[in-house]
Structure formats: structure tokens, C-alpha cells
């Protein structure tokens, strides 16, 4: 018998109960935040109907520049339930230079549209 692969929406849509399991972020103090995947759902709708406002359509390139937590994982499958392609990028480690990065950051997705 073979299973039948899923995507990631797939995963997301049949959670069986929303408020079972879902994504845990431990803190360095060791301290847990724990999302169900109702949640993760119910904010990735909410990105996804933004990106469809902003006028992203499916195949767009998105660049999601978030630290581990949950609105990145709210930003990709946002951006998955969209149609468009995320594409990760760390920000710097060096809070300081956030303008810097950013310009350079930028610059770069215009050369590579």
C-alpha cells in the first residue's frame, strides 16, 4: 500500500484538529510558544489575502526576510496559499545596519526579476 504524498498546503488543510499539534518555538531562556495549526492556517489566510491585495499573482517571487517565529511560517504558507514562489532570506545577525541590508536586499531581487 502506498501513501500519497503531500504538499505542504496539504499538510496544513488536514490537520485533523486545529489545536493539535502544530509549530513550538523554544526560546534561549528554554521557554516555549506553541502554535496550533488552526492558527498557523488562520494567519497564513490572512497573508495570503494581503499578497492577493498588493497584487501578487501565482509564480510571483516573494522574499520573506523574517528570524525563526511564527510570522514566518505564517509569511510561507501565505505565500504558498497564494500561488507564489517564497523565497527565504535571513535578515543580519548585525541589527545595527538594517538600512544597509535592506538597500542591499532590495537591489538585489530588482536584479533578479
Sequence with gaps: MTETVLTLLDVLARAKDPSEGGLRFVARDESATEHGWGDVRNR???VA???AAAGVVPGDRIA???PTGIE???ALFGTLLA???PVPLYPPVRLGRLDEYFRRTARM???VR
Design 44 to 46: 497564513a489566510q490572512v
Design 49 to 51: 489575502a494581503s499578497l
Design 64 to 66: 520573506l526576510v523574517y
Design 72 to 74: 514566518f511560517f505564517a
Design 83 to 85: 500561488g507564489a514562489v
Design 109 to 111: 531581487l530588482e536584479l
